[in-house]
C-alpha cells in the first residue's frame, strides 16, 4: 500500500467526518514541476480528477501559456479533503506528512505553491511578497526549489496583469528543461 492509499483511511483531525478525499494520482513516478494547491473543490473531489473546476481551469490555462506540457508537473493539495473557507491549521499541520511523502516520491526540482500557508510551510518562514514572488527559493532540507506564488482566488479576482505576471515567472523556469 503507498502513502496515496493510505491517505484514505486517514483520522488524523476532523475533516475526515465530513470531507471527501481528494483525486488521488494515477502514475508515482518523480517529475520535474510540482504544484501545491490549498485543497481540492467539491468538483473535483467529486468527479476524482484534479483541476477540474473554474480555478483549475484558470490555472492549466496559466501553466499552457508558459509551455507546460501536462506530463512535466505534479498537481496536489496541502489538504487532501474538501473543506470550506479558510485553511483549518490543525488540518494543516496534520495533512502536512502526506505532502512531505508526495515530495519524497516525486522529487521535483521545482515546487510551485498557490497558497501562502503552503509556501510558508515549505520555506519555514512568513512570504514577502514584494520579494519572493515568483523567486525559486532554496531551502537546506531539501534540494527542491520553492516557488511562491498567489492563491489562484487571489489571481482570478485581480486580472489580466497578474496573469501576464504570473505566466512570465512560470516560464522562466518550466522552459529551462
Known amino acids: ?8 483511511d486517514c483520522e488524523r483531525c476532523s475533516l475526515y467526518k465530513n470531507g471527501k478525499i481528494s483525486p488521488k494520482p494515477t502514475h508515482l513516478q518523480t517529475m ?6 490549498d485543497t481540492p473543490s ?4 467529486e468527479l476524482e480528477c484534479p483541476l477540474t473546476d473554474i480555478p483549475g481551469g484558470y490555472l492549466k490555462k496559466l501553466f499552457k501559456q508558459a509551455g507546460y ?5 505534479h498537481f496536489t493539495y496541502i489538504l487532501k479533503c474538501h473543506t470550506k473557507g479558510n485553511l483549518p491549521e490543525h488540518s494543516i499541520s496534520q495533512c502536512r ?3 512531505w511523502e508526495e515530495i519524497k516520491l516525486r522529487q521535483p526540482d521545482y515546487i510551485f505553491t498557490f497558497c501562502n500557508e503552503v509556501a510558508t510551510l515549505l520555506l519555514k518562514r512568513k512570504i514577502k511578497w514584494a520579494k519572493d514572488l515568483g523567486a525559486a527559493q532554496s531551502v537546506d532540507y531539501m534540494a527542491s526549489k520553492i516557488v511562491p506564488f498567489y492563491s489562484i ?7 489580466k ?3 501576464e505576471l504570473v505566466v512570465s515567472k512560470l516560464k522562466d523556469y518550466l522552459c529551462s528543461t
Do not use: C
Open 1 to 8: 500500500m503507498t502513502v496515496l492509499d493510505s491517505i484514505k
Open 32 to 37: 520535474p514541476y510540482m504544484a501545491v494547491l
Open 42 to 45: 467539491a468538483t473535483e473531489v
Open 69 to 73: 506540457r501536462p506530463e512535466q508537473i
Open 97 to 99: 506528512g502526506w505532502l
Open 153 to 159: 482566488s487571489y489571481m482570478l479576482q485581480r486580472g
Open 161 to 163: 496583469k497578474v496573469d
